[in-house]
């Protein structure tokens, strides 16, 4: 009798204390914030990218859907798999790329394109070609590399202040605060500000959002062997080194080191199967992904994940109302999302420096790399992200073998 009065009572005490870890604001909050700052910060490029193979609204319709459903396939899948906070984005330098790129480019070649660029993402990840280069790269690289992508986002909340002072400066102040008095909660504090600032003054009114779901229009690929170098070539490597590298470096510098081939596999199939209604390419996000990563998310670095997840749900519902929820992320005002995103990135990279600098034997190098990343240089039409792994190795070489 005594024996089961014991086991009653522990089984009351574990569900006294039990708390879903799903069930906690702050990831939820990361999520929606990587999200929102992920849409505002390059949704527009992609609508470029897509008129420029003649897409009318429909197909541009379809291409938001489609790359909303990927990555939050994607994400969850990943995120549950490996219980790491691992986030996928769509290929923002890519985009760019092909808003001149496919100028006069007929959109089934553009598809085309897609197809083969997820090809070779897929290629990559099954040879483990990726995963090798990555595992030789010094960690203090890495991480300058990732403060050199982060830091121009950090500068923005200052450069705002021109643009925006009062509110910008307001935001500022109470990140300050928040970070003194409740560390926990500083962002989902500073995003309620966003919400209550652009509301009160600056008109925004998400219930004039008209939502409607999104129609996926086919486009039967065709294969172009000059589009496919011209196209696909260029939309692979500046996605491997642009987006996949600076990816695993958020990673990386957080303490997560999930197997990195079966993820490039798993993006590389992902555009390749649903490259058809308009998606161009799914990597590893960086930025985003530093802001789920980060402890603002979660002091737990074992529980983090759900941030993801909970990005991958709205992702989610950004592809099955695609139009609309654009729409309503891009009515936060320009100012206010690039001051959000920056103190959201504050934390990440000050961590970073700090890693990057520690050895004084890799410090030059790691500077080097930081520079020529920040200096966002692009050459041969790839960001500067890679541009900063290539000046970095070379002086660890250097100076490595002089010593």
């Keep these: 009798m005594y024996d089961y009065a014991v086991r009653f009572h522990v089984v009351i005490v574990n569900a006294q204390s039990y708390r879903p870890e799903f069930l906690t604001v702050t990831a939820f909050v990361a999520g929606f914030v990587a999200v929102l700052v992920g849409y505002t910060g390059s949704a527009a490029i992609i609508f470029q990218a897509a008129s420029s193979a003649g897409a009318n609204e429909a197909q541009i319709a379809s291409w938001m859907g489609a790359l909303g459903v990927a990555m939050g396939l994607t994400t969850i899948g990943l995120s549950l798999k490996y219980k790491m906070p691992i986030l996928t984005a769509w290929s923002t330098p890519g985009a760019a790329i092909l808003v001149t790129a496919l100028s006069g480019v007929a959109m089934s070649d553009a598809i085309g394109a897609f197809v083969f660029c997820g090809a070779l993402i897929a290629l990559t990840g099954i040879t483990g070609i990726f995963q090798n280069v990555m595992d030789r790269l010094p960690t203090s690289l890495a991480t300058a590399l990732l403060a050199g992508v982060l830091a121009r986002f950090g500068m923005d909340v200052f450069v705002q202040m021109e643009k925006d002072f009062v509110i910008v400066l307001t935001l500022f102040v109470l990140y300050l605060i928040g970070k003194r008095a409740f560390p926990r909660f500083v962002m989902i ?5 966003v919400i209550l600032i652009a509301g009160l003054f600056r008109g925004f009114h998400p219930e004039q959002v008209i939502w409607q779901i999104t129609q996926p229009v086919w486009t039967t690929p065709s294969f172009d062997l000059g589009v496919m170098l011209s196209v696909g070539v260029p939309l692979y490597i500046v996605t491997m080194a642009s987006q996949n590298a600076p990816g695993v470096a958020v990673l990386h510098t957080h303490g997560y080191r999930p197997p990195l081939s079966p993820i490039m596999t798993s993006t590389g199939l992902s555009t390749l199967l649903l490259a058809p209604f308009g998606c161009f390419a799914i990597n590893l996000a960086a930025i985003t992904a530093a802001i789920c990563a980060s402890d603002n998310s979660h002091p737990d670095p074992n529980r983090r994940y759900w941030s993801t997840i909970s ?84 002086s660890l070489g250097i100076l490595t073998k002089s010593r």
């Excluded at 504090?189 to 500000?193: G, I, K, N, T």
């Excluded at 109302?321 to 990279?349: C, H, N, Q, R």
């Excluded at 080097?368 to 200096?375: D, G, H, W």
């Design 311 to 394: 990005a991958g749900l709205f992702y989610l519902l950004t592809g099955i109302f695609a139009v609309s929820v654009v729409s309503l992320f891009v009515a936060f005002p320009e100012s206010m999302v690039l001051a959000l995103a920056g103190l959201a990135l504050f934390s990440t990279i000050a961590g970073s420096l700090q890693h990057a600098m520690q050895d004084k034997h890799r410090r030059e190098p790691a500077l080097i790399t930081f520079l020529v990343t920040l200096s966002g240089v692009t050459l041969f039409g790839v960001g500067s992200a890679f541009w900063g792994l290539i000046a970095g190795a070379i």
């Design 189 to 193: 504090a500073v995003f309620a500000a």
